[in-house]
T-cell receptor, first 109, second 117 residues
Framework: EDQVTQSPEALRLQEGESSSLNCSYTVSGLRGLFWYRQDPGKGPEFLFTLYSAGEEKEKERLKATLTKKESFLHITAPKPEDSATYLCALIQGAQKLVFGQGTRLTINP | GAGVSQSPSNKVTEKGKDVELRCDPISGHTALYWYRQSLGQGLEFLIYFQGNSAPDKSGLPSDRFSAERTGGSVSTLTIQRTQQEDSAVYLC???????????????FGSGTRLTVV
């Protein structure tokens, strides 16, 4: 069964303190791994799609990487506005995304 | 509009009543999705519409749930005889490409928070 597990559940960092969020997955044939950001009271906001092991994508202070078993979301020198819940997801079938539980990130000024 | 619009933003209903949730996708987006987010749960797929194709209803939890999409645009999710376990945030998303959204991903609305009392 396709599964997505995110860790840690919650993470508190000081402004400027870099770290990484983990997304472990099991799937029979990876066809895409997705990262979304969700702010309180809002729907998720798309960040990245990764398709194959070794792929990396960057956006501002965020960089997503992918191996055959995990994906990491690296946050470099974060700012308070980076505080949010970060979600990863797999595609299952043709159009169903299976989401992890998310990592709630708090950046203290 | 510029984004996906959902209404109402909040809905409180009595157990046993029917509710209708509305979604206005981004103009030109052919793919439309409904997901549910319950407290402590991840996002759960409900239904997918793509153009004129038959919808993928495989995620609907019971026959009390139904959805339609009129004119390839606005969608309505209907829950009949609501139960307390239906309380959740119902999220609608649209995409310019179908399936997973590819490199464009989904654009989600802010959701409808449904509370069944």
């Amino acid at each position: 069964e396709d599964q997505v597990t995110q860790s840690p559940e919650a993470l508190r960092l000081q402004e400027g303190e870099s770290s990484s969020l983990n997304c472990s997955y099991t799937v029979s044939g990876l066809r895409g791994l997705f990262w979304y950001r969700q702010d309180p009271g809002k729907g998720p906001e798309f960040l990245f799609t990764l398709y194959s092991a070794g792929e990396e994508k960057e956006k501002e202070r965020l960089k997503a990487t992918l191996t055959k078993k995990e994906s990491f979301l690296h946050i470099t020198a974060p700012k308070p506005e980076d505080s949010a819940t970060y979600l990863c997801a797999l595609i299952q079938g043709a159009q169903k995304l299976v989401f992890g539980q998310g990592t709630r990130l708090t950046i203290n000024p | 509009g510029a984004g996906v619009s959902q209404s109402p933003s909040n809905k409180v209903t009595e157990k046993g009543k029917d509710v209708e949730l509305r979604c206005d996708p981004i103009s030109g987006h052919t793919a439309l999705y409904w997901y549910r987010q319950s407290l402590g749960q991840g996002l759960e797929f409900l239904i997918y519409f793509q153009g004129n194709s038959a919808p993928d209803k495989s995620g609907l939890p019971s026959d009390r749930f139904s959805a339609e999409r009129t004119g390839g645009s606005v969608s309505t999710l209907t829950i009949q005889r609501t139960q307390q376990e239906d309380s959740a945030v119902y999220l609608c998303a649209s995409s310019v490409v179908g399936g997973s959204g590819g490199d464009y991903g989904y654009t989600f609305g802010s959701g409808t928070r449904l509370t069944v009392v």
